[in-house]
């Protein structure tokens, strides 16, 4: 009996770790491809979903000229949204998102910081989309009539559904997709049919449509004001434009053409941008509808925190048409998208993060693993709905903000893009527009910005926190050897290899000279002894690790090893490392003291990858060769 523990432990352990156990399936955690529509489904749970509200904040927000007000977000999805993401999605066809287009304006550690503040809003995001999609699911099965009492917990209710969507991703991709097509199918069909009966009923009653324009006359005597207010309206319904950040985040699930390459995956990049503009127009039609339908049919009395129609406005207008059997029928279906509106989102950060923190060193090596991820993301989502008590409009701003500010770096990315074509100057009108409308959410909820400042926060602790604890691994990428760099070492026929560290100064033979005698004098070496001069030159040390590539070069009478590295300590450990094990033959390093203030060298280290490069090294070499006897030697003088 207890041998089957061991074995039951590690076919958890491979099934938990897959991505590290198969490193062939890490890259964006991709099992399958799966055609546009169906992955359109799977970002359409989150973007379909706000159907479940959007019509009822459009109407407490606009009134009787919500339809009106809903006509300017569907011409900003259209004509804005829309066209911003198709570039995104050309510009980084790998899934990174609009995220990506901003890091290639800043280098180094620019690039890094701008990178960790918009995970930190892509993360409020998904999220809030998580757990205010989850809480929104819970009020609409506590408000069904027919729902019994012990049903009515809005944090127990909203846990359990995390909990279930997290098993879902838990199980797999295929999976969740499988769900969505058929989530998603359900609540179209059952949409279109409540807003069919709805166009019907008002053919048949046309009175409620003269009742309606009378009212919007009188509040509006002139055509020009209803239209201004419209658009001044608009940064109160932008939530109708989620939908498109997880979209292009979710481009590795898209199957493109046969010939398609990881350098040019065109098929996947169109086939991505039907998804899109499909969902874009499929979207448009139904809000239209929708926000006229429930205009001309709902008191807005019964739209109050207490009413009927509260969050739920198709809904109602299902209930009171067509009797409590079918508007119940349709709640379910409303309160499965509200609950697998997470998913997207799910997905989106299952593909986000291992794609930027663990290249950058700043999360643990099982990042690039889905299963672990879930579980983080459970357990942030479950302390979120606690803190909020499930409440589905106290994240509202929290959501609204971190949808607004990707989206609005995703128009500043594509106006880089575009910046020397015809198209700049619509390109910079969308960024104004985007930046206007992210501006006055923002000072209308700044709850949303302290909620995304806790998130920014909280990712660059954990990144900072999590490079510095892998400071110690190697951090090379791969490792070759040129075929000099192989012919010194070959032709290094003493008992030990003796390989000198050195910091690459003016690169004369003079320069090589005096450090070749100091070395022998101080280390009491035989002046005929043979050394290796060891060179590594600093590229951007933000990055966490690279492909090294070791040159053999020639100075006078001394032979050079020479390299590129973010990162130098851990590099020479990699090469005395792969040197030992090519020859067989234990390498002895030597280095010089370094003086100065421990606590600066070690920031150097940490940010600028170089520091106190012996005792670094050694450090690095001790970590992964637990022998002693079969450690490369370091000397310091």
Known sequence: MTSSHPRISKRFHDWFFEELVHPSSQRGHVHGKHPWWQVMCLTGVDYFSTLAYQPGIALLAAGVISPFATLVLVLMTLFVAYPTYAIVAKESPHGEGSISLLERLFARWKGKATVLLLLGFAATDFVITITLSAADATEHLIKNPLAPDWLHSQVGITLLLLVMLAVIFLMGFTEAIFTAVVIVATFLVLTLAVLGGALHYLWQHPQLIELWFSHIHAKFPSWWQWIGVSLLLFPKLALGLSGFETGVAVMPLVSGDPDDTEANPAGRIRNTRKLLLASAVVMSVYLIVSSFVTTVLIDTHALRPDGTAYGRAISYVAHELFGETFGSIYDVSTILILFFAGASAMAGLLNLIPRYLPRFGMAPEWAVCRRPLVMVILAVTVLVTFIFEADVQAQGGAYATGVLVLMSSAAVGAAVVLWHTRYRLAMIAICIVFAYTTVTNII?????????????????????????????????????????????????????????????????????????????????????????????????????????????????????????????????????????????????????????????YLFRYLFLGEGDVAIITREVLRRHVENPEERPRIHVS
């Open 444 to 600: 209308e909820r700044p709850d949303g910005i302290k909620i995304a400042s806790v998130f920014i926060l909280a990712i660059t602790a954990i990144s900072l926190l999590s490079r510095a604890v892998r400071s110690t691994e190697l951090r090379v990428d791969t490792l070759s050897f040129d075929d000099e760099a192989l012919r010194f070492i070959a032709e290094d026929d003493d008992q030990v290899i003796r390989v000198v560290a050195h910091r690459p100064g003016v690169g004369t033979p003079a320069e090589y000279d005096r450090k070749e005698r100091a070395v022998k004098y101080e280390h009491s070496l035989a002046a005929k002894e043979h050394v290796l001069f060891l060179e590594v030159q600093l590229r951007d040390a933000s990055e966490f690790d690279a492909p090294v590539h070791v040159q053999g070069v020639t100075v006078g009478s001394h032979r050079v090893l020479r390299a590129v590295s973010p990162v130098i300590p851990n590099t020479i450990a990699a090469i005395l490392l792969e040197v030992q094990r090519m020859t067989h033959r234990l390498p002895h390093a030597y280095f010089g003291w370094t003086e100065g203030n421990p606590v600066g």
